[in-house]
């Protein structure tokens, strides 16, 4: 019999907790409230379920509902900043006030509906840049030798690790008139004035590019790492040249992590409000930074909810296609 | 041709890591600058570390958020562990596509829309016994547990997924019932998946400005929020020195955290194998 001499993480707590339920289940209150539990048709298992269940229902879908309800309303003066949408009329019938004024503004007024273009613009031009860097990268590391892998997957997810707000700011210092990037250059005499790079839809390009790049990264690293490479070697036997076989082979296998990756940088994208706020012009026109201005400078609650909602019906269709290929990528892998 | 792909590979690599690099090395590198113009080199000085720590405002703000990430990643590996192994073990059941799709929702979800869904929740729910009624701490935490407990779900779910199932179906088969076999088998093989959940939830719960600003009430400043203002009036030292011990803390734990999972993992293989070794099974490749 082999000695076992490592002890896992945790592994003493958990016989310890172990044994304190052997304890408890001897213990009369505990089997009381069991037995009560049984015969209202409550096993272990429901609760288990009920945990995340209701935490995400009350915090995630409820709330959903309450900003459809509030992009009905009219604002008002007071706590809170909106009217109600029901109430008791004059001769106790209750009265429902829909307010669908938000929606037509939006659909009416040319600054949302080029808020709206502009992100998605904004969102895919970033996102096919992080593709173009983000897939050779991944398959570089892919394909390195297993002892650099890890180290070069640790250099992807480190930046991750560290404060986004901070990699923002970094890219400041090095963007303005007077950053490192423009002092390089006119010391090396490439250039006699500075070139104007901050509050640029250049800047916000780079801004973004260099935030989401990890996580287009990593779904890829996942998918390509998995990849047979008989396949690959096959295929060149076969007489197609190692582009060929990349494109034939390596690319169309790729594409549910390709997929993941761009929805992981598309879909927060369009949203974003922190890179186009601190790199990106004052004009630079993003539905993040509508809907923020929205709520915390007009004070306009049901306004910031209906642009809410509408950025949300944009989104549903990129948000179900991650989900489908998220499920089939975890299905796979249970399945491996 | 295989040593042209082989090189422009190494040049994207290589490429790609100083893009990712340059910025964090040059603000640890002008933290240190005795100047106030933040890139023009002054010589080498530790000044702005000291009003870094003069700066009261700015470390209330640290020790509030460094608490806030605590309180959300102890509740976020609670329920996040819960979802992962509903999700992972417990097949079909009624509700489990809301589930699923309700942890994965938050994952990608625009920063704008969840703090705002959050805070009219709050405001809506303000009136009832039992719910804060100034919004602060409470309110950011339940939002930092919603949006990071999807992270640890993923992280659980994932090494649930590769983990045999018929050590816990040996357990059950001697007679523990499943709580039992949840605390003594699966918990200590899932530990270093709830250990990266936790770190994960901690850091992005200290890094939120987006959800953290909608949640917090009028005189909740954390350390987000603070740099977020200070940035916005423009580049100062006091943050570059801030940056740097923020990434090296990060640096100094992931990779000790990274050098201690690894050397598990490989004590954990190296004894599956002599045992399976020594029950006459050869060891699976």
Partial sequence: ?336 | MNQNRSFFLLTVLVLGFAFLYIPILSVIAFSFNESKLVTVWGGFSTKWYGVLFDDHQMLDGVWLSLRIAAVTACGAVIIGTFAGLVLARFGKFRGRTTLAGMVTAPLVMPEVITGLSLLLLFVAFAPLPLVPDQRGFSTIAIAHITLTMSYVTVVVQSRLSTMDESLEEAAMDLGARPAKVFLVITLPIIAPAIVSGWLLAFTLSLDDLVIASFAAGPSTNTLPMMIFSKVRLGVTPEINALATLMVSTVTIFVIAAGVLMARQEKTRQRDAQMAAATAGVLPQP
């Fill in chain 1, 1 to 336: 019999m082999a000695q076992i001499r490592y002890v896992p993480l945790g592994h003493r707590m958990s016989s310890r907790m172990g044994r304190f339920l052997d304890t408890m289940s001897h213990f009369p209150p505990y089997r009381w409230s069991m037995d009560v539990a049984r015969r209202l048709g409550v096993t272990g298992r429901t609760l288990v379920i009920a945990v995340p269940w209701i935490w995400l229902m009350l915090f995630f879908l409820i709330p959903f509902v309450i900003v459809l309800k509030i992009s009905f309303a009219d604002t008002r003066l007071g706590v809170p900043p909106y009217t109600s949408l029901v109430e008791w009329g004059q001769a106790g019938y209750l009265q429902l006030k829909l307010n669908i004024g938000n929606y037509l503004f939006i659909l009416k007024d040319s600054l949302y509906f080029e808020a709206f273009l502009s992100s998605v613009k904004v969102a895919t031009i970033s996102t096919i840049f992080c593709l173009l860097l983000g897939y050779p990268m991944s398959y570089g590391i892919a394909r390195a030798s297993p002892s650099w892998r890890n180290t070069l997957l640790l250099l992807i997810i480190l930046p991750f690790w560290t404060s986004f707000l901070v990699r923002v700011y970094a890219w400041i210092g090095l963007l303005r008139n007077n950053g490192l990037i423009n002092n390089v250059l006119m010391g090396l005499g490439i250039i006699d004035e500075p070139i104007v790079m901050m509050q640029t839809d250049f800047a916000m390009y780079v801004g973004i590019v260099y935030s989401y790049l990890p996580f287009m990264i990593l779904p890829l690293y996942s998918n390509l790492e998995k990849h047979d490479n008989t396949l690959l070697e096959a295929a060149v036997d076969l007489g197609a040249t190692p582009f060929k076989a990349f494109l034939r082979v390596t690319l169309p296998l790729s594409m549910p992590g390709v997929i993941a990756g761009s929805m992981l940088v598309f879909i927060p994208a369009v949203g974003e409000f922190v890179i186009p706020r601190l790199l990106g012009g004052t004009d630079s026109l993003m539905i993040g930074r509508v809907l923020w201005d929205e709520f915390f400078s007009n004070r306009n609650w049901p306004m910031a909810s209906a642009v809410a909602i509408a950025l949300l019906l944009v989104l549903v269709l990129p948000i179900m296609l991650f989900q489908y290929f998220q499920a089939k990528e975890t299905a796979g892998a249970a399945h491996r």
